[in-house]
Structure formats: C-alpha cells, structure tokens
C-alpha cells in the first residue's frame, strides 16, 4: 500500500507530490494522503475530477486515491 | 471648468480635465480608481454637503434637495421607488439591515446559498438556517419554503460572475446581495437589496440599502427612533456615487461588449495557450468577472510574479488569504482553489492591456510548473 506523508506542506504542494508520486504507478493502486492543509479536500475533489481519478476523505487528514 | 447636472442640481468640475485612468491599465483587481466623473464633482459636492440634511436652514435644506435627486438617480437605476431607498456609510450593515430585519418576525428557516458573502455566512450563525450546496456552475436549489422563511443570495456571484439560481418559487421573504454589479436586473421579486457604490467605480464607504416590504420589517438596530438605517453616511459621497452610476450606465453599452469580447479571449487563451487550467466562471456569468485556477501552481508566487511584470491580479487561494483558508466560493463549487486568478474587467481594460496581461501569465505560469 502506498502512502504519501504531507502533513505541514501547504497547498498546492500536496497536489503536486500525489501527482508526482501518481506517475510513477500502475492504474487501479490505492494511495493513501495524509495532508492537514485546509485547502486538500477541495482540491484533492477537483484535481479527481479534472485527471478523471477516484478519491474519498477517510478523515480530517487522511485521504484515499485511486489512480 | 465644466459641470455636471444632477436632476436641477449643478455641480462645478474641478481643474484639469476628466482624464482616463492611465496608471491603472494593468490592473485586473475588484477595486478601481473613482470614476473620473465623480472625482470631478467630489469637491464641490463636498462643498454642498456639508450640512446635516435633516436640518431646517437652508444648507440644509438644499442638501436635503440635492439627496433627494442622488436618491432618484439610483431608484431609476435600480427600477425601485424613490422612497425604498436608503444610504448607509459602511456596506456590510446593510447584510444585517436586510436580512436580520425580517428575522424578528418570522421564525422560519433562513435559507443561503454557500457561495454567499462572509456577510451572510456570519449571519446564519445567529439564526436557524439552512445552506444550500451549490454545483460546479455555482447554482443551488432553492426551496419553496414557507411565508415565515427567509431567503438571502446575490444576483451576481462577487467571485465568479454566476447568475442567481431563479428563486421565483420561494414563498418567504427575499434579500439580494447586488453588491458585485449594478446593472443586472433583480429578479421580479425582492424585499431588500444591498448595492456597493465601489462597483460602479463610485466611492468606497457607501452602500445603497433598499427595502420594499416595510410592514414585515423591524429595525434590527437598538434605536429611539422610526429611522431606517443609521445616518452616518457622508452626503457628498452619495452624490458623487450618483453622479458615477449616471457615468457608468452611459458608458455600458461600450463596456459591455467589450468585456465580453475580452473575456472569450481570455477564457481561450488559459484553456489553449496554457491549458490545466479550471475555469470557476459560468460560461453565462456576467463577463467582468472572471475566476479561474490553474493546476500545480502556488497563487501567491503568481500573484507576486505578476504584480512584477506590472498586473495586479487577485486571488481566491488560502496562500493569498489572510487566514490561510481557500476561497468558500470555490471550494462550495467543487472548483480547484490554488493556483488561482481573479479578473475584473474595468471600462478602462484596453486590449493591448489583456494581450500583455495574458503573455506574462502564461510565461509566469510555465516559470512556476518547471521550477
């Protein structure tokens, strides 16, 4: 399982890690964001829809990608 | 030395002539330099409006005359009677005058979409209310409701330019925020409104608060009195404001097309020329007002590398915010938050002005997604 740690990073800064770190993986993988930034959830939604993924909130921090 | 009428009213203009605003040619911020027009007559309204129009003496009465004809102006503008209309010397009470004067009576629901002002948002905390999600075009379903409820939404949406969802089902009271442009019709039904003399390039420190259904209203305000608002506007700004509004609808038609033709250019070129870009505006929306975020991009280094290049921007982004929490706005409408950009278009926007605005964008933009 793939994780990716961005507590502290301000936006866009996680967007722009889970877009790198989603290049390098084979569709259909599961990632796991964690990102206390406030701005992550709304973007996380339109990121998903702009890149045509799928993504849900698990909790205020911890976010679940599907690539 | 020209002049300028107001109704009977003449109104000397000051030295040196009713130029353009040439210093503010990049700029595509909300705010704009005072119309010309009303930078004219500003002193010599200062000069009449001195005195406490409620007054018996003549300066006073003369006043009182010449805001009788600034009011005239702005219910001719705003398709509302002379005697609705009421001046306020700071905008955001007329949120509380509009809104929370209905709530005493009724104790119904207050219903509000979430793309509404900070305003609205903090006087939905003090009552029973209920939001109303929005979609990616910002519209929101709006409840029938009941006569008892209340309902609050601007005409124009101040970020994105959206056009209200049509209320004209809701059975209750109706405020509309039409702070963000003067010139879009209300929809047939209201019962107070809220206008910004700032968006039609008149002074700031002025709204323009108008309430029809008088007898379901109560003065929310601790008061002696049967006066509606407080009366601590300053008279000269109110006529000035007037005098702008005449100058801002005469100019419309130009302004009007122009924007339109400016914002398709622009809408082109961020979706073709640099593309990863979501565009939060309606297609619809009203054409001086234009949002739009670009993916990968931090906003408070575009907006710094542009005020660089000489174009000041603005931004819904939590990095260009005071408290570091992105645009509701965009956020409500499922729109991407960073990396964005906010446009308003000025009469004064040249097309030399938005083709450099649009290049240095687009190099800004490729500096920060290689960097």
């Known amino acids: ?4 740690d961005c507590r502290g990073a301000r936006c866009p800064l996680p967007i722009i890690h889970l877009a790198q770190e989603v290049s390098a993986l084979h569709s259909g993988t ?3 964001l964690f990102s206390d930034d406030p701005a992550t959830w709304p973007d996380l939604q339109a990121w998903a829809r702009m890149r045509e993924k799928k993504v849900r909130q698990i909790d205020a921090i911890t976010f679940e990608v599907i690539v | 030395m020209g002049e300028v009428y107001l109704g009977n ?3 000397a203009l000051g030295e040196g002539s009713v130029g353009t605003m040439g210093s503010v040619t990049g700029a595509f911020t909300s705010e704009s330099p005072l119309h010309p027009a009303a930078r004219e007559v500003l002193l010599d309204a200062m000069d009449k409006g001195w005195a406490d129009p409620t007054k018996l003496h003549r300066p006073s ?19 509302t009677p002379v005697h609705t209309i009421h001046f306020l010397g700071e905008v955001s009470l007329g949120y509380h005058l509009g809104i929370s004067g209905f709530r005493q009576q009724s104790h119904g629901t207050f219903y509000y979409p979430a793309t509404s002002r900070h305003e609205v948002l903090a006087l939905a905390t003090t009552m029973k209310s209920q939001l109303l999600p929005v979609d990616l ?4 379903d709006i409840p029938e409701g009941s006569t008892a409820d209340l309902l609050a939404f601007a005409n124009i949406n101040g970020e994105t330019g959206a056009h209200a969802t049509d209320a004209g089902n809701f059975l209750g009271t109706t405020f509309i925020d039409a702070t963000a442009d003067p010139l879009t019709a209300l929809p047939s039904r209201w019962d107070s409104a809220l206008w910004d003399s700032r968006s039609w390039s008149g002074p700031a420190g002025l709204g323009i608060f108008a309430l029809r259904e008088e007898s379901q209203w109560h003065n929310p305000l601790p008061r002696l009195d049967q006066l509606k608002v407080p009366g601590g506007f300053n008279p000269a700004l109110a006529i000035a404001s007037a005098v702008a509004l005449d100058a801002h609808v005469a100019e419309h038609e130009r302004t009007a097309q122009q924007n339109k033709s400016f914002n398709s250019q622009i809408r082109r070129f961020v979706t073709e020329s640099i593309g990863d870009v979501d565009i939060a505006s309606p297609q619809d929306a009203a054409a001086h007002l234009l949002s739009f975020s ?11 590398r542009m005020e660089r290049r000489g174009f000041s921007l603005d931004s819904g ?3 260009t915010s005071a408290n570091l929490e992105p645009s509701h706005v965009l956020a409500a409408m499922g729109r991407l938050t960073h990396g964005n ?3 308003t278009l000025h009469s004064e926007t040249t097309e030399e002005s938005v083709r450099s605005m649009l290049d240095a964008l687009k190099s800004v933009i490729e500096e920060l997604r290689s960097a």
Do not use: K, N, P, W
């Open chain 2, 294 to 304: 670009f993916l990968y991009v931090d906003a408070e280094q575009l907006i710094d």
């Open chain 1, 1 to 4: 399982m793939h994780r990716l």
């Open chain 2, 317 to 319: 982004s939590a990095c």
């Open chain 2, 61 to 79: 009465r003369e006043l009182s005359i010449l805001l009788d004809e600034s009011r005239a102006v702005f219910g001719r503008h705003f398709q």
């Open chain 2, 341 to 343: 950009v906010r446009l």
């Open chain 2, 137 to 140: 075009e910002g519209r929101s």
């Open chain 2, 9 to 11: 009213s003449r109104f």
């Open chain 1, 30 to 32: 599961l990632i796991t």
